[in-house]
């Protein structure tokens, strides 16, 4: 496992410098060592999130609790809430709305397609929601919702908005106080680069009032927001025994991120999704997301059915390099490569090349020497 080189998309590579401070002796969740670090996690959640106005959340969970408490916080039995999907994830959030008791409307966008804010602005004309979900990245699909004019839509409409960015900050840009959100979340172990277990959620002043006046109480305890807010501004107090291993990584992980520059970040994310995209198409393989709505952090392409399972399979015994079946019916004919956190395009160049080599190895890809003899042809 040491020599593989993660291309799935999430959990992703950590840094030596992350997996070294995992490595040390148990930190326990009391003490002024834990307390510095965890005040220290929060301000660089703010950095990443570019949340200096809203309430920032961090706490142990993975990116469905953002989901789920996003939902349990700000929705009552019986609201009315709209669901914007653009893949597995959107649905997820759309079948979370319901096993939560709202009304729960779905805006679908398939084969491909991106969010189209003129569909959302009629349909939120059509009826009152409470509260609208997006996903920014659709890691199923691979497609880039616009969402600042998604958001701009609801804040027009005088709706809510929560925003699922668990495949996208850290990645793609995202600035949660011009955004005008209500909440953003994402999870550690994607464009961050931490490892699984930590939830980050940034929460509109609005969104915190929404939760105060609410008739009916939040029901859940670990998801309430209201009962975590408290503990980001004082980690004395007690709600739950965080996972401290896994903040003390995300801790580095976020400083590497502050190092590199926030924006230096999303400009080297651009070229990974720029070369994976460049490199699919050469092989003659059809992305799976529309045109001008291509994520950099992960990249869906179709195969042949069939072919995505010996794909794998062969480019991980050959070259140590793991990339991603599709969910559920796409599997054995979709690949997903998630290219985020730490990777270099250099790195990638290189696992893409043996990618190819295996694509062609397998059939899956047009012979590099027949383009040859039509290139000597003309
Ligand atoms: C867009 C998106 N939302 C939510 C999740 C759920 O996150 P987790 O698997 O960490 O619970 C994922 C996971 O891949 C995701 O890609």
Not at 86 to 106: E, K, S
């Amino acid at each position: 496992m040491e020599d593989m080189l993660l291309l799935i998309p999430g959990p992703t590579n950590l840094s030596k410098r992350v997996r070294e401070a995992m490595a040390g002796p148990q930190l326990p969740h009391v003490g002024a060592e834990f307390y510095s670090m965890f005040k220290e996690t929060v301000g660089l959640a703010r950095y990443v999130f570019n949340n200096e106005k809203g309430t920032q959340f961090v706490f142990t969970g993975s990116g469905t609790i953002g989901m789920e408490s996003s939902v349990v916080s700000l929705v009552s039995h019986g609201d009315r809430t709209l669901t914007l999907s653009t893949g597995y994830f959107g649905r997820r959030m759309l079948m979370l709305n319901q096993i939560h008791g709202a009304r729960a409307d779905h805006l679908e966008f398939t084969g491909g397609k991106a969010g189209d804010p003129d569909t959302l602005r009629k349909k939120l004309r059509k009826a009152k929601y409470s509260v609208v979900f997006i996903t920014h990245v659709d890691t199923s699909s691979s497609v880039l919702n616009p969402v600042t004019e998604l958001v701009e839509e609801c804040s027009k409409a005088g709706v809510l908005s929560v925003v699922d960015s668990v495949c996208a900050i850290g990645g793609v840009p995202l600035d949660f106080d011009r955004l005008g959100a209500d909440i953003v979340f994402t999870a550690s172990q994607k464009a961050l680069a931490g490892a699984p277990g930590a939830v980050l959620i940034a929460a509109s002043q609005k969104a915190i009032e929404h939760m105060e006046k609410r008739k009916a109480p939040i029901e859940s305890y670990y998801m309430n927001l209201l009962r975590w807010k408290p503990i980001m501004e004082d980690p004395k107090m007690y709600l739950a025994t965080p996972a401290t291993q896994v903040l003390l990584g995300l801790r580095e992980a976020m400083f590497e991120a502050k190092a590199e520059g926030i924006e230096n970040r999303w400009a080297r994310h651009k070229k990974l999704g720029e070369l994976t995209r460049s490199k699919v198409e050469g092989w003659g393989q059809k992305l799976v997301a529309e045109e001008g709505h291509r994520a950099d952090t992960v990249t869906s392409f179709w195969v042949e059915d069939g072919k995505a399972g010996p794909i794998q399979k062969t480019l991980e015994k050959e070259h140590h390099v793991m990339v991603s079946r599709g969910i559920y019916d796409d599997k054995d004919r979709m690949i997903r490569i998630g290219h985020f956190g730490i990777l270099s395009p250099e790195v990638l160049r290189k696992a893409l090349d043996s990618m190819g080599s295996v694509m062609e190895e397998l059939g899956a890809a047009p012979k590099r020497v027949a383009v040859t003899k039509q290139r000597a042809k003309r």
